[in-house]
């Protein structure tokens, strides 16, 4: 089955870093679209980056600047390197595939608290 496990979540003070990491299994990751969401409580969930099969970058524009969406397909991972955090950042962070198929998966989420 699909599983997408995200970590690396925690409470950071702001102006700190984190580094969040999403383990898939049961896709064959390298094809297929990644990218990162988050919800804050009391808003929608949002894009905050995606990286497709080649390579090709996109970033929300209140992360633009601080965070890096990167892969490594030989791990079947994805991260987000978040710097420069902001307490705007708070929310709970998903990871979600996009398979060649046109079906998505949703990781259970990893919670980022910025405290100021």
């Known amino acids: 089955q699909v599983q997408l496990v995200e970590s690396g979540g925690g409470l950071v003070q702001a102006g700190g870093s984190l580094r969040l990491s999403c383990a898939a299994s049961g896709i064959i990751f390298k094809i297929s679209n990644m990218g990162w969401y988050r919800q804050a409580p009391g808003k929608q969930r949002e894009l905050v980056a995606t990286i497709t099969g080649g390579l090709t970058t996109n970033y929300a524009d209140s992360v633009k600047g601080r965070f890096i969406i990167s892969r490594d397909n030989a791990k079947n991972t994805m991260y987000l390197q978040m710097n420069s955090l902001k307490p705007e950042d708070t929310a709970i962070y998903y990871c979600?595939?996009?398979?060649?198929?046109?079906?998505?998966?949703w990781g259970q989420g990893t919670q980022v608290t910025v405290s100021s």
């Open positions: 979600k595939a996009s398979l060649p198929n046109g079906r998505n998966y």
